[in-house]
Each structure stands twice: as structure tokens, then as C-alpha cells.
């Protein structure tokens, strides 16, 4: 699997296709990694033979019958978790273990500020985080394959699926904490589509959840201009972070 | 209530132990978050029914299992419904701070079974689940999320009523 992902063109192909969190057709693939589409189409083959990638069919035009041509095929991460040790090592175990351990036990407190401190560590002798563009580098470093989505109402579970078209980029600087009722402010938000400590949280979901959170409250710091919490919803990390509307609060 | 899509239901006890009354300021915050949950719960996708008391909100005034013990009993279409609400919604962080609202529960404290779809479970009956399940261990009759058993694996169990343990 190590030597799948070793051509440079086949990883780019890889990585694009991970990042999108959606179904890509070859030829947005092949243009992203900027190689031609039947190469693209070789590679994207291999990575879903070796179980990298899931593919599918679909008509990517929206047209059907005659003439609106054969189902595109399109590719998705693989659901699968892939991990690799050498020598052999569980870890997965022995955390599933220790968290069973700890729910018994009624840990969470305990577990929490382990976590907080570790964040902490993590983050060094660097501020708290200035602002949402940060947060997403720092995300990104430890694997939450972050994005900037446009918040929603309060409240609202909706699967509002609308990552894309949102972040012009423009500085999400300090400030403007909109007070009231300022509608009209599209506010954005940091949302994760990947939890790191997946299988762990399926498992022990308020110990785990409760743990991630501490753990990014001391990544990004408390005392600073924004702020995590949990904002649940299915298939995606369970915590969200925004700037802080009134720091008292 | 539209016509059931599945022949079987999930239903899902839980007890929890209050370590200080409802109306203690120490569970201002669990009781502030109970209206929103339980507004999130019926639009949830999947629900179909919650137990309340006749002429309330909710069920805390209910006490079945003990005088400080609240209970939540519902049914859900599929055990991924169940499980979203739960872990994938607003509730999730009513469960990150059970602590410190709930003792800790050395015996099980939740407790799913599969009813026939449009059986509405009693409290009597959700309290011989539970009992069936700490006595006896998960079973189809009574299991977890963790020890979960399908629908078709229950089904000899389907009646309406729990047989007797």
C-alpha cells in the first residue's frame, strides 16, 4: 500500500481526491493533478484496486437517455482505515481498552484535562489562536481535513452539505463580532470532516467526543479570539470552532 | 404518523440518577438543554415516538425506577437513527457533561430492544428489559449499542410484551 501511494502523480491523484470529501470524475481529477485524463484514469484504477479509493458511476451532467452518453465514473476516499506500523502494533486495542476503562471508571473529567494539557503542549509557547484562518492551518496539521462553511442558524441539524463556494479567502480577522440581531453577516465556522480518533469515539462517543474537545481547546487556546465547541451532526468531527461572539459569555 | 417503513422498531430505555434535584442550580444547565434536545429528538430523522408525561414536556417527572432516577423512553425506526440523535446531534453534549449531573451507574443504565413497528413499549415493560438485560447479559430480547442485535435476529422475540424472565 506504502509503494501504491509512492508515484508522485498517483499521490496527488490520491490526496486531491481525499480532500474533496465528494464524488470526482476523472477529468476534474486528472486537471487538479495536472496530468492527462487517461493517466489519470490508469492511476485513480490502481488506488481503487488497492483499496485506496472507491469508485462508482454516475451521470456527472445531469442529462439522461439517448445521447447523454455512458455513466462517468467517479472516486471517493475509501471508507476503510488504512494504517501501517513496523514492527507490528496495536494501538487501536489498547486504546478501545483504556477507554472502556476509563467509561467504567467515570474518567471524563480526568481524561478532559489530559487532554487540555496535551493540546496545550502541542501548541508551545504560541498565543492563542488569532482567527479562523489559523485554526485551519493547525487543523489541517494534526489530520481534521478542516473547512470554512458558512455558519448556520443556531439549531438548525440540517445536512446543509455546502462547503464549497463559501471562502472567498478574504481574512476572517478579528473584530466585527456582530452583536444581535445582524442577520445579514454570513458568518463562517470551522468544521472538520475527519476525526482522528474515529473508531475510539464510534465506541465511548461522550468520553472520546469530550477528550477531542479538551484536546482542541488547548490546541487553539482558550484566551484567545475563538472558540471550539460541540455542534454534533452525523459523519463529521463533533466539534466546531468560530470566534468568540462576546468574550464574556 | 406516516405508515411504518420496518416491520420492527428499535425501542431504548435509559435511567439516570440525579445527584442533586431537578430544580438544584447545579442542574440549571441540564434543564435549560432539555426542551432544545427534546425539540431536536421529534424532528430527528427516524423518531417516532418519545414517553411524556401526561400534561408535560418531558418524562422527568416520571420517577418508575427510584425517587431521584429521571427516565427517556422512545422508539426509533433503525438503530443508526437511534444512534445519530444520540451521538450526532445536540445531545451529545448533554451526554459529554453527564458527570456532573448523573452518580455513576455501576449496573447497565440503557437498554434497546426491538418492538413490532406501531407498539408503543410501556414503562413496565422497558423496566423488564432492563432487568432482563442486567440479569441475564446482552440477548436479542434486550441488548447495547455495543452487543447490538439486528431486527431479523429478534425477531422470535417480536411480541409486544417481554416474556417473563
Redesign the interface.
Known sequence: MIAVLQDPVRRRLYEYVAAQGREVGRNEAAEAAGVARTLAAHHLEKLTEAGLLDSGSRRLTGRSGPGAGRPAKVYTRARAERSVSLPARDYRTAAELLAEAAEE??L??GLRAAARRRGEALRGPAPACGGLEEVMEVLAGRGYEPRLEAAADA?S?GDADGGEGVGEGEGVGEGDGAEGGAAGEAERVVRMRNCPFHAVAE?F??LV??MN?ALLEGLIGTDGPVRAR??????EC?VVVELSKNNED | MTAPRHAAHLAQLNVATLRYPLDDPRVAPFVDMLDPVNAAADGAPGFVWRLVEDGAADATGLRPAGEDVIVNLSVWETQEALWDFAYRSGHLEVMRRRREWFARHVEAHMVLWWVPAGHLPTVGEAMERLADLRANGPSPRAFTFASSYSEAEAAPHLQAAPPTV
Open positions: 471508571a467515570g471524563d473529567a439549531g441539524a465506541s462517543p461522550p467526543c469530550g474537545l460541540m455542534d454534533a451532526r452525523p459523519g463533533c
